[in-house]
């Protein structure tokens, strides 16, 4: 599939694969400028770049495992959503979990990218039917 994309600033990379569209689903993005995340605050990095995706798509933005793991990085709207028709700049909410500030670098890779088809609900007020599992909510399918 094809999505327009635009580079807002020079020398911003696409976003790409790390292995190959077969072996990931996932494209990297990464940061556009240099950002300090300080702990507990919230920061968004903006990424240079803005996409056209088309009707019935949309890009989820997904934390980076190895950012989570090494330096207590995460992206507290995980995943972040860009629907079909925003066309501003793509950018990434990071919350550093740590006790001590971690510097982002441009041209780090920060999140990836990943596009999914989605279907357009129209609701249908009724009755509901039977489930096995009703209304059974939170902790309902035991602790095992």
């Known amino acids: 599939m094809k999505v327009r994309i635009k580079r ?29 995340l300080e702990p507990g605050v919230p920061k968004l990095v903006a990424t240079g ?8 798509f949309e890009a989820q933005v997904r934390p980076r495992s190895g950012l989570a793991l090494k330096h207590a ?7 972040g959503t860009i629907d079909p028709g925003y066309r501003g700049e793509i950018g990434v909410i990071l919350l550093n979990l ?7 670098r441009a041209g780090e890779r920060i999140a990836q990218l990943i596009v999914a088809r989605y279907e357009a609900v129209e609701w249908e007020e009724s009755e509901l039917g039977e489930s096995q599992r009703g209304t059974g909510g939170f902790g309902s399918s035991g602790s095992r």
């Open 8 to 36: 807002l600033r020079a020398g911003i990379q696409l976003p790409a694969y790390a292995h190959g569209p077969a072996e990931d689903a996932g494209m990297d993005l990464r940061a556009a400028v240099d950002a300090l």
């Open 73 to 79: 990085i995460a992206m507290p709207n995980a995943p």
């Open 49 to 56: 770049l803005a996409i056209e995706l088309p009707p019935g």
């Open 98 to 104: 740590s006790a001590a500030p971690h510097q982002i």
